[in-house]
């Protein structure tokens, strides 16, 4: 797999939906395998080549963060091997970069919690001085730490479309009043943990989308991934600026790259040059190193 993996090919269980990073197999009736590839999708498209270990710094950073924020709200592991649920022979396409979680009824709502001014919530600040429809105060600047971390949900587009921010009324016109309050607290609640720990580990975390569903019994579980590259935004803190938008630990690269090419952002991309797919790799491999403490070939298994 030191070239990457950009599709997985599981033959001993069913395949129910291959997303823009995971590939994602039933186990029984009740279970899903989720196999993290190490696609990269920009400007949502998948990029033609992988980017070498991706995949499994976004499954340790997120088994990282589930079991560190367990005592906030339950998530969808079961704690099973997934190397036991495949054939033999196709262990190696699931070591490092699965896991056996429960099949819970997704919250169609993207959960989203912003720390600070970047990214559409910029713009959308210096249009209208609010965020989301929540007013900030006057004379904030790109990459400036908000008074305190703000819900701005967003509806979750299908594969190739963009999501677009919804509003918090229409969110509880969707799950319900009660679960979108909870949905709420949770998830600014993981947000603040999260960044508090990250901070004292050299990052800032921007922003970051979390994902929920319902077990069996009814019960809200964090799902999907947590609070990795892919989903968050993550800054050093050694070159934090307010005023500027800052370096990021995730596809910064590809997409300044992507930027400079005559490419209309639909599929075909361009194909990556080799120097840009090993900055994105390093940059990955940096955050799991510093946020965790383990580089991917010291990741203590779980």
């Known amino acids: 797999m030191a070239d990457g993996l950009l599709q997985t090919n599981i033959k001993s269980l069913p395949l129910v939906y291959r997303g823009k990073v995971r590939d994602s197999y039933a186990v029984g009736e009740d279970k899903l395998l989720i196999v993290t590839t190490d696609r990269l999708s920009a400007f949502d498209v998948v990029m033609a080549q992988p980017i070498p270990g991706k995949g499994r710094v ?4 997120s088994n990282f963060w589930f079991e560190r924020l367990a005592s ?37 709502v993207e959960a989203v919690v912003r720390g600070y001014l970047i990214g559409s919530g910029w713009k959308d600040y210096q249009r209208t001085g609010s965020v989301c429809g929540i007013e900030l105060p006057h004379g904030l600047h790109q990459a400036e730490k908000l008074p305190e971390p703000i819900f701005t949900p967003a509806d979750k587009a299908e594969l190739g479309q963009h999501d677009e921010n919804i509003s918090f009324a229409q969110v509880m016109e969707r799950i319900g009043p009660a679960m979108a ?3 709420r607290s949770i998830s600014i609640a993981l947000y603040t943990a999260a960044a508090e720990y990250a901070a004292q580990h050299g990052i800032i975390i921007a922003d970051t989308k979390f994902e929920f569903g319902l077990d069996a019994d009814g019960h809200l579980r964090l799902m999907d991934e947590v609070l990795t590259p892919d989903s968050s935004r993550f ?18 690269f590809v997409r300044d790259w992507l930027e400079q090419q005559p490419w209309n952002k639909a599929p075909p991309p361009p194909a990556l040059p080799e120097q840009i797919v090993a900055r994105t790799a390093d940059k990955y491999r940096e955050a799991l190193r510093r946020l965790t403490g383990h580089d991917l070939d010291e990741e203590p298994s779980r």
């Open 58 to 61: 976004l499954n340790a950073l």
């Open 181 to 183: 309050h909870r949905m």
């Open 235 to 252: 800054w050093p803190a050694d070159s934090y600026q307010v005023g500027i938008s800052p370096p990021s630990f995730d596809k910064q």
């Open 72 to 108: 906030i709200v339950p998530n969808h592991l079961t704690g099973i091997a997934p190397e036991s649920v495949v054939a033999p022979d196709e262990a190696e396409q699931v070591r490092g970069r699965a896991v056996v979680a429960m099949k819970l009824k997704p919250i169609a």
